[in-house]
């Protein structure tokens, strides 16, 4: 049998029709309330918890039978779980599945922004592992909630804080919190905080469904998003000192691949697709050889390997948290 | 002569069928240093707690006068009201102090948290502010960024003051500030608190078992048993020559040294 071949026996998109307008009727709070997190009766859905049930629960409410997906993991779309997750819309919705930024209509993503600006008549779907930002800082959720509906931020302000008092500037990377049409604060689920300017006044509709902690949020297209700060120590994304080893694409977000066991490594974009798409118009990094898609020397590194070292057990694994970027350049402090 | 600062009548609170805090009034005005004292289960702490509106009471009522002279039900006032009096024109010392901060921030973010909850966005100006107060509460400026986890406890209830004096408050809270100290941390403690809340006009409404600590800080004292208010008056008045017999006995067994 074809492992593409449409399962029989389960309805389009696998949860039944109560489910999706219940899941729906969440996202549409979420939409009218920009930042807040809806509780909702998330079910149990065939991959465990920190796989992206929530997102997955969000894409099977939103889709429909003429929606083109895309699965991003890392950014790379042939990873274990964005691989898994294209496959069980494709049998069990039997929608059209793409890896083509441009081409999707419902993308949904884990760890990234797509580096491709988003349309309208696109959806950006996050799996949230930890959707609560103020979970480190105050472990009550009867406190939090009360912190989110009076507006009292300090606490998030006193984390940036301790990170600039111990580090010499805000060393939170990833998870980065932010200011949602100057209401709520928002964790914008683990994307590195290099895509949060992406998420403010995005022209597409951008939700968050958090499976395990059972909440669904939303930033509808052309929200002011902030990212919290000092006056003295604005929000920066970080730099990378080369651009992409294969498309050598600069401002984009790169990712380390080692090469070899005597420290030899590369920064490509981690974004694949962009990457692609660039060395097809022609684009050269100094690792890339004549064939568009095949880096020289030492064979081709297939896109199934170009996984980052450090990252390898994370992609197939339900951390819910990135382990550092060491790519990252050091950012540029006052 | 101004109106009092706060103002309770009648504050009552049971636990069941037992009375934690029976019918209690009181007066505190600007400046004033107000001691409650009282055996161990006597309501003290109940009464602290029902005035600073961390308990709700069963009966009474608790006003203050606000900033712009106007004086407001507390009990009435919306959530968000109460909690931004709380951490502006208030402050609450807590016996451990591993209640009043928080733990695993350091001495800096601990001073400076007030002020980022009510607006303050420059990192710079937040920290030489909570240098400024950790100086003047007698911790080393150089030991800002160290967790109050490595400070002792007489350390550890001067961060304490300093965070809670930071946004200048008018009305502190102390519950027991005191205790659990060794004698001379104590006296530096009180002789910090006493220099304070002359500095700065403060009110302060304190709780405590020590009488000493009431006769050396407080200017009136109220003396509680059974949840009830027993005996009241100025403080050298009421510790020199207590009417009731059970103030007698309280000031009896207090050890001479």
Known sequence: ?334 | MTSPLLTARGLAKNYGPRAACADVSLDLYEGEVLAIVGESGSGKSTLLGLLATETSPDAGEVHYRFRDDEVRDLLTLGEAERRLLMRTDWGFIRQDATQGLRMPVSAGGNVGERLMAVGARHYGNIRATAEDWLARVEIDPGRIDDSPKTFSGGMRQRLQIARNLVTQPRLVFMDEPTSGLDVSVQARLLDLIRTLVAELGLAVVIVTHDLAVARLLSHRMMVMKGGRVIETGLTDQVLDDPREPYTQLLVSSVLAA
């Not at chain 1, 300017?197 to 951008?206: G, N, S, T």
Request: some cysteine; proline content about 8%; aromatic content about 8%.
């Open chain 1, 1 to 334: 049998m074809n492992e593409h071949a449409q399962a029989t026996g389960y309805n389009f998109a696998y949860l039944d029709e109560q489910t999706k307008r219940m899941i729906r009727r969440a996202i549409l709070k979420g939409i009218a309330i920009p930042g807040y997190q809806v509780p909702f009766a998330s079910r149990e859905m065939p991959m465990p918890y920190g796989w992206g049930t929530g997102g997955v629960q969000v894409t099977a409410a939103i889709l429909g039978p003429d929606d083109v997906l895309k699965v991003i993991d890392q950014g790379s779309d042939d990873t274990t779980n964005a691989v898994s997750i294209r496959k069980f819309f494709a049998r069990t919705a039997g929608v059209a599945t793409t890896t083509k930024t441009v081409e999707a209509t419902v993308i949904q993503t884990r760890h990234r922004v797509p580096e491709t600006a988003l349309r309208s008549d696109q959806v950006l779907v996050y799996q949230v592992p930890i959707p609560e930002p103020l979970r480190y800082l105050e472990p009550r959720e009867t406190e939090t909630r009360k912190l989110h509906a009076l507006g009292e931020y300090g606490l998030m302000h006193v984390k940036l804080y301790e990170d600039i008092a111990r580090h010499g500037h805000v060393a939170t990377t990833y998870a980065y919190p932010v200011e949602v049409a100057g209401r709520y604060v928002m964790d914008p689920s683990p994307v590195p905080k290099f895509d949060n300017p992406k998420i403010d006044d995005c022209e597409a509709l951008q939700l968050f469904g958090a499976g395990r902690e059972k909440r669904i949020y939303a930033v509808p297209p052309h929200t002011k998003v902030r990212s919290l700060d000092f006056e003295d120590h604005p929000f920066r994304v970080q730099t990378f000192k080369d651009p992409c080893a294969l498309c050598a694409a600069e401002g984009v977000y790169l990712d380390e691949v080692v090469l070899d066991d005597r420290g030899g490594r590369m920064f490509v974009c981690s974004d694949t697709d962009y990457c692609e798409e660039r060395r097809e118009a022609g684009h050269r990094g100094h690792l890339a050889g004549d064939d568009p898609l095949s880096p020289v020397g030492r064979g081709r590194v297939a896109e199934g390997d170009r996984v980052r070292e450090e990252h390898k057990s994370d992609s197939a694994s339900p951390s819910p948290r990135p382990s550092p970027h060491r790519g990252e350049g050091e950012e540029a402090l006052p």
